[in-house]
């Protein structure tokens, strides 16, 4: 069971076009692609950075969860991903401190991951995402 | 001219101790130490992730921009930092570009770094921070 890196920095966008600018054509970071993810309600820009990506959000819409983040907080960074080995032992290890992880298993994310996110409630207001290849 | 890996991802923390046992004990994180900046007025934690750093922020006094971010905003992330080559060269293509820079020059960091900041209204609320090895 450890953490092996950053996967991603995941940032609410209200406009992936200038955020594309910014990232691209003036930091000069490899745009890899982008993904939908429909139960999200969000498009994916993903942007290498070394061994870890920024991972840039669109909303589908107002009501999805990173739509009402924007709308409360505003454009910027969203969260943070920790790709890691034995996501279920982190699972139970959370449990055991009492920290809230926000569903009941591991969901599928992009890049065929299994995920799950910790509650900012329980990290000191970091919305933390802990990620695992599927095997 | 070109981003080489995330540097760290910043943390504004009300409580480095509650932070230490999050990223040291239950997600295993190894703690490096930690580095007072009198100029910015925060003492910073460091916990290794690959070849990144997650660093915590304390702020020293409720005036130090840490400080008022936490009253402004509550505890999370506060910043994002890539390591580049060539900052100096990134400084004249930002400044092009017509981006906000939030110093004249490039000023000393921490670990031995120069580092500028890019402001958020430049970035779509993302408070960028970019670093390069004094030589």
Known sequence: MRV??????AIASEDPD?????YEDI?????????AIEREGITTYFYEVGE??????????????VGKFLIKRGAGIHHIAL???DLDGYVVKLREAGITIMSEEPLPGAHGMRIIFIHPKSTGGVLIELSEKME
């Not at 092996?4 to 920095?9: E, L, N, R």
């Not at 870890?52 to 969860?65: D, F, G, M, R, T």
């Open 4 to 9: 092996k890196k950053i996967s991603h920095v």
């Open 18 to 22: 200038q955020a594309k600018l910014l």
């Open 27 to 35: 930091l000069g970071l490899n745009f890899t692609g982008s993904e």
């Open 52 to 65: 870890s990506n920024i991972e840039v959000l669109e909303a589908l819409s107002k009501e999805s969860p």
């Open 83 to 85: 790709e890691v080995e």
